[in-house]
């Protein structure tokens, strides 16, 4: 009985981590500088992940309002951390 409960998490992750693979290499549309020196990435889907000022990804809860160096308001949606932190490892792997 363990043997079929072993084989049945094998399968079930194995088909959840090629469904992240699939998703974690998307491109980002766009990169905001911000006043403190970090930089927020926009996603094709609409969400955003955040780099602190020395290149590091960091969390950002929903809806903090937060200024660009130009002045405009962006509100955060989406903590795509993961996101963001597997296409930097995959950058800096190769």
């Known amino acids: 009985m363990s043997i079929r409960k072993s ?8 088909v959840a ?24 990435h926009h996603y094709k889907d609409g969400k955003m992940a955040m780099e602190d000022k020395f290149g590091r990804v960091t969390s950002m809860k929903d809806g ?3 200024e660009t ?20 490892f995959k950058e800096t792997r190769n």
């Open 64 to 66: 903090v309002k937060m």
């Open 7 to 14: 084989l049945v998490a094998f399968g079930l992750a194995t």
């Open 17 to 40: 981590l090629s469904s992240f693979a699939a998703t974690g290499d998307a491109e980002i549309v766009q990169s905001t500088p911000l006043q403190d020196g970090s930089v927020m």
């Open 69 to 88: 160096r130009d002045g405009k308001v962006i509100v955060m949606s989406g903590n795509e951390v993961a996101r963001l932190f597997m296409g930097k």
